[in-house]
């Protein structure tokens, strides 16, 4: 029984040895991961022998030599071949990082923004007028950036507050030049101002547009010679005067007139001067001429008590700001039920608040009329972005329109330098803004043959009434 154990087992080791020998080829392509073993080709090495080496059969040998090669980068299967194709393939991801650059839009980055300063009376006696403007330049500077800005870089609005002050204004055109590097300043809204300001800008070279500020001297020195750097996009205080001048004794009949104007302010002198010099033209006559001091006094029943007795049927009212609305108020109280009030492109919305009903039936000549059918787009835009009625009209307007005259120089000039974009300015013809088309005159930097806008104050609030030219 023992010998017949030993033989089945030794029976049964030999039917195991011999299983492996037929499957051995089935599983030789397994064994191509190690076919490292084929460097045990030193064999090739004894392939020398030139008995063998008259085997063609052994020349496929060769070609799985490069199998052999292929082991270094793992790739001897030959669907594995691709590999290499992938390797390339990679090299775009190498690529991809120079890319990256370009997905954070470093160029456009770069391309640093468009400076310009705005100088408006954010503070103050003019903060109506000035909050208005730094509004719709806002609106404006948005509308322009969303349509690719100028020279492809957006526009970047720098807003200082000179708090009705000169010398506030002074110092801050000056950082605006030297420290913000603005290509061009639009603002004030006041001729006094923008007659502080003019040898700074004229000096360091960049350009400033005045709003609403109409004294001659704004954009003329004493001598009549232009300012090359300064500029105003509102008709000026003579032809203003003239409309008035027109206005109250051709069209409303009033041949007897009286002022009330600002003696400090610029705007206020040149207004009555002008109106002065025409009112004779049209028949009239000045009855009382007569100041007061702005931003220090508020009674005035002694000037009032004055103009009632010279028997003056319009008071002329060449001014800005609360004080008019105070002038119109207590003249109403004093008993001067009759007296037409006939004033500037002074006027604001925010008089209603301080005169009352003292305001309605007064007449205001100006630049604009919220009527207009060409501006409904503009307070359209104004209500949605800023959720608000534009009250100051006059000034957000002008404002608003500064912004793209300026925009349009800096287009055609075709360069931020400062010098080319005021030889744009200057060369500004037939110009299409949203409230008129303006050619400057190159001899005095005035926009020429602006029709003057006449406005009633009728329910409480400002309403067109007529467009008038002498």
Not at 5 to 24: H, S, W
Not at 77 to 86: D, F, I, R, T, V
Not at 339 to 354: C, N, S, T
Request: overall charge negative; proline content about 9%.
């Amino acid at each position: 029984m023992i010998g017949l154990a030993v033989l089945v087992v030794i029976a049964g080791y030999f039917m195991m040895q011999q299983k492996p020998a037929p499957q051995a080829p089935k599983e030789t392509p397994k064994q191509e991961a190690p076919a490292p073993k084929p460097a045990e080709a030193p064999k090739p090495a004894e392939a020398p022998k030139p008995a063998e080496a008259p085997k063609p059969a052994e020349a496929p040998k060769p070609a799985e030599a490069p199998k052999a090669e292929e082991k270094p980068s793992e790739t001897p299967k030959p669907s594995e071949e691709p590999k290499p194709a992938e390797k390339p393939a990679e090299a775009p991801k190498a690529e991809e990082k120079p890319a990256e650059p370009a997905k954070t839009e470093e160029p456009k980055a770069a391309a640093a923004p468009v400076k310009v300063g705005y100088l408006a009376a954010l503070t103050g006696d003019w903060a109506a007028y000035g909050q208005t403007e730094e509004k719709t330049a806002r609106l404006a500077v948005k509308e322009i950036n969303d349509k690719g800005g100028v020279l492809g870089r957006p526009i970047e609005l720098v807003v200082y507050d000179f708090r009705t002050r000169a010398e506030d204004a002074v110092n801050a055109v000056r950082r605006m030049i030297e420290e913000d590097k603005v290509v061009a300043i639009i603002g004030a809204n006041g001729s006094g101002i923008n007659i502080a300001t003019a040898p700074i800008v004229n000096r360091l070279g960049v350009s400033q547009v005045g709003t609403v500020s109409t004294n001659p001297l704004v954009t003329v020195d004493e001598k009549g010679a232009v300012r090359p750097y300064s500029f105003r996009i509102c008709f000026t205080d003579p032809y203003q005067g003239k409309l008035i001048a027109f206005f109250a004794a051709s069209e409303l009949k009033k041949l007897n007139a009286a002022i009330l104007y600002d003696v400090g302010n610029d705007y206020s002198q040149g207004l009555r001067e002008f109106f002065m010099k025409s009112y004779g033209e049209y028949g009239g006559k000045v009855v009382a001429d007569l100041g007061f001091r702005g931003g220090q006094d508020v009674d005035f029943r002694a000037q009032l008590t004055e103009i009632r007795e010279k028997g003056a049927d319009v008071l002329v009212l060449p001014n800005m700001g609360k004080e008019m609305a105070l002038i119109m108020k207590q003249a109403r109280e004093l008993g001067l039920k009759d007296i037409v009030f006939v004033g500037g492109d002074g006027y604001g919305e925010f008089m209603w608040e301080i005169a009352g009903e003292a305001m309605e039936g007064s007449y205001w000549i100006n630049h604009v009329a919220p009527e207009d059918p060409a501006m409904q787009p503009f307070f359209a835009a104004y209500k949605e972005m800023w959720n608000d009625e534009c009250k100051e009209f006059v000034n957000g307007v002008l404002g608003y329109d500064s912004v793209y005259w300026v925009a349009d120089a800096i287009s055609r000039a075709g360069s931020d330098d400062p010098k080319v974009i005021r030889d744009a300015l200057e060369a500004t013809k037939d110009l299409k803004l949203h409230h008129a088309t303006i050619t400057m005159d190159p001899a005095t930097h005035n926009p020429v043959d602006k029709d003057g806008v006449v406005l009633i104050a009728k329910g409480g609030k400002g309403q067109f009434f007529t467009k008038i030219k002498p």
